[in-house]
């Protein structure tokens, strides 16, 4: 069975810094494209981070310069490194990635991961 599994979240104070992680697991061959994405409270979902299988990367404009994202191939993480955290940064944040399983790509969800940012 495939999973994305998140960690990291928590509350943390304007200006702090937070790290999120996302391990895949299962049957999986390869992995495609892995994104954070985050939904507050009666806003739809939106994507924050994108980082390719070749390394490339884009933001949202929101946080640019603040937020890295990352990946390990080998251990199959994605990463989101948040810093100069921001009050309406607070959401719960997704894990997404497109992996390749039982011959065919497919998108998978992570459960999600809370993160607080307290002024």
């Known amino acids: 069975q495939v999973r994305l599994v998140e960690s990291g979240g928590g509350l943390e104070q304007a200006g702090g810094s937070l790290r999120l992680s996302c391990a895949a697991s299962g049957p999986i061959a390869s992995i495609n494209t892995m994104s954070w994405y985050r939904q507050a409270p009666g806003n739809q979902r939106e994507l924050v981070a994108r980082i390719t299988s070749s390394g490339v990367t884009n933001y949202a404009d929101s946080v640019k310069g603040r937020f890295t994202v990352s990946r390990d191939n080998a251990k199959k993480t994605v990463y989101l490194q948040m810093s100069s955290l921001k009050p309406e940064d607070t959401a719960v944040y997704y894990c997404?990635?497109?992996?390749?399983?039982?011959?065919?790509?497919?998108?998978?969800w992570g459960q999600g991961t809370q993160v607080t940012v307290s002024s």
């Open positions: 997404n990635a497109v992996l390749w399983t039982s011959g065919s790509y497919a998108d998978y």
